[in-house]
Nanobody
Framework: QVQLVESGGGLVQAGGSLRLSCAAS????????MGWFRQTPGKEREFVAR????????YYADSVKGRFTISRDNAKNTVYLQMNSLKPEDTAVYYC??????????????WGQGTQVTVSS
């Protein structure tokens, strides 16, 4: 079992930055690729970024490429999402997930509870 806890969400003005953290616990937490997804009311959860298990190979959704950076610190069992140049359309609940290196929601076995990010215009 892997438990994931996100933190770092909040309210920020457009153009600002936030850094989300996802703390993983469980004996095999570092055995998984990690991903970030987001969801707004009435919409399906969408892929944001992913990172491989043991090497810094990453992939981003086109909507965040060049603005967001995913990273991981395996010694701390933590994954980060640095979000710069935030836009109102980035407003969502952000979830981290552990599973396969994939952009598909169903390839992830474990999910955090989510953290709200609100970007004001």
């Amino acid at each position: 079992q892997v438990q994931l806890v996100e933190s770092g969400g909040g309210l920020v003005q457009a153009g600002g930055s936030l850094r989300l953290s996802c703390a993983a616990s469980g004996r095999t937490a570092n055995n998984y690729a990690m991903g970030w997804f987001r969801q707004t009311p009435g919409k399906e959860r969408e892929f944001v970024a992913r990172i491989r298990r043991s090497v810094d190979i990453t992939y981003y959704a086109d909507s965040v490429k060049g603005r967001f950076t995913i990273s991981r610190d395996n010694a701390k069992n933590t994954v980060y999402l640095q979000m710069n140049s935030l836009k109102p359309e980035d407003t969502a609940v952000y979830y981290c997930a552990a599973g396969l290196y994939s952009s598909r929601e169903y390839d992830y076995d474990y999910w955090g509870q989510g953290t709200q990010v609100t970007v004001s215009s």
